[in-house]
T-cell receptor
């Protein structure tokens, strides 16, 4: 059973460009979470999605960031007009149910570098 | 005030030592608790869940004190391979089911 998959693993963008990060959850998992880890900091929750629905986006910056999890295909985190402060590791996690005690399994992350 | 607080370390210990990490959380309504391990530039991996009764997994023992809002992790007989950052993680429940991470405690086990 393949784990959570993320691609690309590394992404370099110039200021003002768009970044698209993809996440395929574990097989059978319908809940996806995105977290951001800035250099030398802890992980911070960004958004929680189920298929075709955003459940909680309380951690998403108000502008330039959006996320989707379509009926078919991976979840996408999109960052428009990137700035240097967006440079970070972006981790996706998935879980099979919403139970509080259900473990979230993390993907390897996408490391975004904005030049 | 941070929601989940940890001593960042680093804790430098010799092989075979016993080391303990502590963590406090601010939300008394938090539902579930975990320790994750993160190796340099890798994703967090679940080490163990933490239960009020305390739980043990091999050399690792976790404790939760809900009254004090305090979580601990004890590692016995440290191995070189235990060197990593240990993340205290809280699930505050609710519709979001999001995890709130502490900043991590770095452990370095030396020969």
């Amino acid at each position: 059973n393949a784990g959570v998959m993320q691609n690309p693993r590394h992404l370099v963008r110039r200021r003002g460009q768009e970044a698209r990060l993809r996440c395929s959850p574990m097989k059978g998992h319908s809940h996806v979470y995105w977290y951001r880890q800035l250099p030398e900091e802890g992980l911070k929750f960004m958004v929680y999605l189920q298929k075709e629905n955003i459940i909680d986006e309380s951690g998403m910056p108000k502008e330039r960031f959006s996320a989707e999890f379509p009926k078919e295909g991976p979840s996408i985190l999109r960052i428009q007009q990137v700035v240097r402060g967006d440079s970070a590791a972006y981790f996706c996690a998935s879980s099979p149910t919403i139970s509080d005690y259900e473990t979230q399994y993390f993907g390897p992350g996408t490391r975004l570098l904005v030049l | 005030r941070k929601e989940v607080e940890q001593d960042p370390g680093p804790f430098n210990v010799p092989e075979g030592a016993t080391v303990a990490f502590n963590c406090t959380y601010s939300n008394s309504a938090s539902q579930s608790f975990f320790w994750y391990r993160q190796d340099c530039r890798k994703e967090p991996k679940l080490l163990m869940s933490v239960y009020s009764s305390g739980n043990e997994d091999g050399r690792f023992t976790a404790q939760l004190n809900r009254a004090s809002q305090y979580i601990s992790l004890l590692i016995r007989d440290s191995k070189l391979s235990d060197s990593a950052t240990y993340l205290c993680v809280v699930n505050e429940g609710g519709a979001g089911n999001m995890l709130t991470f502490g900043g991590g405690t770095r452990l370095m086990v030396k020969p």
